[in-house]
């Protein structure tokens, strides 16, 4: 009898090997290869019926030269979302591989449901359910006042016998909650396991590319935030989105991780109610609700996030530090750049907080990833520091540079008319980015220098 094939796949990159070792070669973890048996090919089963043939969807294997290829716009399917068509970058795309990530209570399994329930008025969805029984499905549908009829359910976690259906009923969009669960037979480890995860979804996205489906997977994410499973999982398919908000919070926000049919970098904000999630029009009403009292450390910046320019909050306290360390706490905001960000402070701005504990927050459970903050972060801090509030109709945004000077931002004048329109009426910018006319209303204070952002106040 021939030996089982097998190898060792890293939990964190991807890499294979094989044999095992203490560290991964690659990105030089340790303790992370898994044991992956390798699915041996049947005898005698030409490509077209192993799954191998046409992964990407290739319908002719003739050699064509790059400028000949058509470049008519795939058509895309709404998701009855608004908010989700934006992450998605328009819409779903046909063939295309979708996973969804999230902690535990986030809302994927609703969204998901919310979406397919809307999109089964008009076309057809197959929804396969490996956690949930048919009946705990519905009850959620029906507490959610979903529409059901036309909705096609499958509880399986055989990926053979969901490829059988699949090719039956020809759907549309398939609906895999969640890939954690799925398994094939020809694999030997337990489900959710480095090489179930990995062959199920490939054979998932096999199908999906070739009949033009749209795939929508589940997936669930370990305790440091990343998604389970191995990490060639992310390589596979077309976007990966990540639905984040915590379980005291009523907000959700859906942030693109990867799409190769979209920018990475755009924001969804849902609101979790009775009736499932509602998308939220306009994300800085909800970031902005602020107290009647203005106090010391609060200011409003903007953020560009994908398309659309967001108005947040951002929060500083500064304490007087018993340690010989001082801490630097950020929530919503790289810690690194802080530290760097209070050394500029001190060096061109001459505040010294080396004896100060340091505590920095984002209003709402944004996370900024741009540097169009370092201003309004500076400022906030001064205002803690110094103990003074500052105006409430001030807004703030801008590059802080190791030398001190204040570099633009991109779509500064979209982030100036933003705010305008939230009723802000002072604005503390660069001066690349000052408009050539204000907006009505609205001060612009142009600054060079930390030093002048400092006068400003």
């Known amino acids: 009898m021939a030996k089982a094939k097998s190898a060792f796949v890293c939990t964190e990159c991807g890499a294979e090997y094989s044999k095992w070792q203490g560290q991964c070669s690659s990105c030089r973890e340790w303790n992370t290869l898994s044991e992956v048996r390798l699915a041996p090919a049947r005898p005698g089963a030409p490509a077209a019926t192993t799954g191998r043939s046409g992964y990407a969807g290739v319908t002719s294997r003739e050699v064509v030269d790059l400028s000949a290829v058509d470049l008519s716009e795939v058509p895309r399917l709404s998701s009855t979302f608004d908010e989700f068509d934006r992450v998605l970058g328009g819409g779903l795309v046909p063939g295309s591989a979708v996973l969804l990530g999230g902690h535990p209570g986030a809302g994927k399994s609703t969204l998901l449901l919310q979406t397919a329930c809307k999109l089964a008025q008009g076309r057809r969805v197959l929804y396969v359910t490996g956690e949930e029984s048919l009946s705990q499905v519905a009850m959620r549908a029906h507490r959610l006042q ?83 499973g191995p990490k060639v999982l992310e390589h596979m398919i077309d976007a990966s989105l990540l639905l984040e908000g915590g379980a005291d919070s009523r907000f959700r926000t859906l942030r693109g991780q990867k799409n190769r049919f979209g920018a990475v970098n755009e924001l969804g904000v849902f609101a979790m109610l009775e009736h499932g999630l509602k998308e939220v029009k306009n994300p800085s009403a909800i970031f902005l609700s602020r107290g009647e009292e203005q106090s010391p450390g609060s200011l409003v910046m903007v953020v560009w996030e994908g398309t659309r320019p967001i108005l947040v909050e951002v929060q500083a306290l500064l304490d007087d530090s018993p340690l010989g360390n001082p801490r630097r706490v950020a929530v919503g905001l790289d810690a690194n750049r802080l530290a760097m960000l209070l050394a500029v402070l001190h060096r061109h701005g001459g505040l010294f907080t080396g004896d100060q504990d340091v505590f920095l927050n984002v209003v709402g459970g944004v996370k900024v990833l741009e540097t169009s903050a370092d201003l309004a972060v500076l400022l906030a801090v001064v205002s803690s520091l110094q103990g003074r509030a500052l105006a409430k109709e001030l807004v703030v945004f801008g590059e802080v540079g190791l030398s001190g000077e204040i570099r633009p931002v991109p779509s500064g004048q979209e982030r100036i008319v933003e705010a305008a329109k939230h009723g802000f009426t002072r604005a503390i910018v660069p001066r690349g980015n000052a408009p050539k006319q204000a907006p009505a209303g609205m001060e612009v204070v142009a600054v060079d220098k930390l030093s002048e952002a400092l006068e400003a106040l």
């Open 146 to 228: 979903l529409p059901t009829q036309g909705l096609k359910m499958l509880a399986e976690t055989s990926v053979e016998t969901i490829l059988a259906v699949a090719e039956r009923e020809r759907p549309e969009i398939l609906v895999i909650d969640s890939i954690q669960t799925m398994h094939l037979e020809d694999i030997s480890s337990a489900p959710g396991g480095v090489a179930q995860v990995r062959e199920s979804a490939a054979a998932l996205t096999r199908f999906a590319k070739g009949s033009d489906t749209v795939l929508l997977l589940v997936g669930h994410v370990t305790k440091d935030g990343s998604l389970a």
